[in-house]
């Protein structure tokens, strides 16, 4: 199936961007129904080598947690950086899991840690892990109020009456596109231009 070549473009603005807008729905068309046929793997006919096979046969998946205990919840921690993301997590209770401990024994590091490549392994109490969980959505939601806020006193200093919109609506993608103008252009009410 030959691709039809369309070059012809209407002048800067609106009516070329529609065009693209319809050309890119029309290829992304064309794509999923080539990727339709594309076809399937046999799987009877794929050899995996042993060493692999080792990994992926069983039931045994490396960032599950063996004999871990009641009562904790685990996680993995990037160790790179001289150890600031453990540092971090010991100053929110975490524990490196080590020595004696009945967690995850395969991989037993010699300084008695479970490591995997460059992760280590640590927990904390169901209790304490709740308690961060908490305090994450309370900075999130925090962090949301004061960007909205931000855009509320913005259109008001522009004389604007701001309205949130759902992101999926074709409102909102309208004034995503607008927007995305307005920035171009150096035209936003209330920011400065750099010239």
Excluded: C
């Excluded at 064309?30 to 009877?44: N, Q, R």
């Excluded at 280590?120 to 209790?127: A, C, F, G, N, P």
């Excluded at 919109?165 to 307005?182: L, N």
Aim: aromatic fraction near 6%; hydrophobic fraction near 35%; avoid cysteine.
């Amino acid at each position: 199936m030959p691709a039809e070549k369309k070059t012809n473009l209407p002048p800067a603005g609106d009516a070329r961007n529609e065009e693209l807008k319809k050309r890119s729905d029309e290829l992304e068309a064309k794509i999923e129904a080539a990727s339709v046929d594309a076809g399937t793997i046999d799987l009877k006919k794929v050899q995996i080598e042993n060493e692999i096979a080792q990994h992926i046969a069983g039931p045994f998946n490396e960032l599950e947690v063996s004999d871990a205990q009641e009562g904790k919840v685990y996680r993995w921690v990037y160790i790179g950086q001289q150890g600031r993301a453990v540092t971090q997590a010991r100053f929110d209770k975490w524990e490196v899991v080590q020595g004696n401990d009945p967690e995850a024994t395969e991989l037993k590091h010699v300084d008695s840690t479970r490591r995997l490549a460059d992760v280590i392994l640590m927990r904390t109490s169901v209790e304490n892990y709740d308690r961060l969980q908490y305090r994450d959505r309370l900075n999130r939601q925090r962090q949301q109020e004061g960007i909205t806020q931000t855009v509320y006193d913005m259109g008001q200093k522009a004389g604007l009456i701001v309205k949130p919109y759902r992101m999926d609506t074709p409102q909102a993608q309208q004034a995503s596109q607008h927007i995305d103008r307005m920035i171009r252009q150096g035209t936003v009410p209330g920011l400065p231009v750099n010239k």
